[in-house]
């Protein structure tokens, strides 16, 4: 039976998947003018943020009451930077808005720890979450639209006809043969109106 379901399988072809459309890149993509503004400058928000992250890490811990968080927020500094560059120096930067989303997440995760009971500066992390909440909705609402985005008409291959006649020979081969053509009667028109040496041929 086994050896049956093989044979059945091998008839079919495989299945493809493909990826969410918010995960490609497709250069085909129009966003509205107002969606392209945003993602230009969540590319260069992500820039400065991630600079600011790498430069102030251990404040920004100290701040929020996680001294021992520096060295991750120096990191996801390093991918807030990477971000930033991808989005504004890609053609279709859906993809790296969407990993915008991802680090959100990534960045949240990070910081409700600090919301623990014996943490003094907890008020500073409901501040920051918050702050990363907001931020979190924009890179959503401008990952949608841009992964929602109309596709414009791919360009058509274009062919080069110069070689072609339009006859089924070669030219030389069809010189002539016109005379040797008789077209049907019907084309010619009715008998009443046809020229009297067509009439008597």
């Known amino acids: 039976m086994s050896n ?22 497709d250069p ?17 928000f992500s820039i400065g943020l991630g600079l600011t992250e790498v430069a102030c890490g251990d404040a920004i811990a100290r701040w929020l009451g996680m001294p021992r968080a520096a060295p991750v927020i120096q990191a996801y500094g390093v991918r807030e ?19 915008r989303v991802a680090g959100d997440a990534l960045d949240i995760a990070t910081v409700l720890p600090g919301l623990d009971g ?26 949608q639209n841009l992964s929602e985005a109309p596709l414009a ?19 030389e081969a069809m010189r002539g043969a016109a ?4 077209p049907p009667p019907d084309i010619i028109g009715p008998e009443a109106m046809r020229p009297w040496t067509l009439t008597n041929a």
Request: charge should be positive.
């Open 118 to 143: 014996q943490n003094p500066r907890k008020d500073n992390v409901l501040i920051a979450l918050l702050a990363l909440a907001g931020v979190t909705a924009v890179d959503v609402i401008c990952a």
């Open 28 to 44: 085909r993509r129009r966003p509205d003018p107002a969606t392209r503004e945003l993602a230009h400058g969540l590319g260069w």
């Open 153 to 171: 008409p791919s360009d058509k291959v274009r062919r080069d006809y110069r070689r072609r006649s339009g006859f089924r020979r070669r030219a």
């Open 81 to 99: 930077i990477l971000q930033g560059v991808g989005i504004l120096g890609s053609q279709d930067p859906t993809p790296w808005i969407s990993a």
């Open 179 to 182: 005379r040797d053509f008789k």
């Open 4 to 25: 049956a379901m093989s044979h059945r399988n091998q008839g079919h072809a495989p299945v493809r998947y493909s990826l969410p459309s918010y995960l490609t890149s």
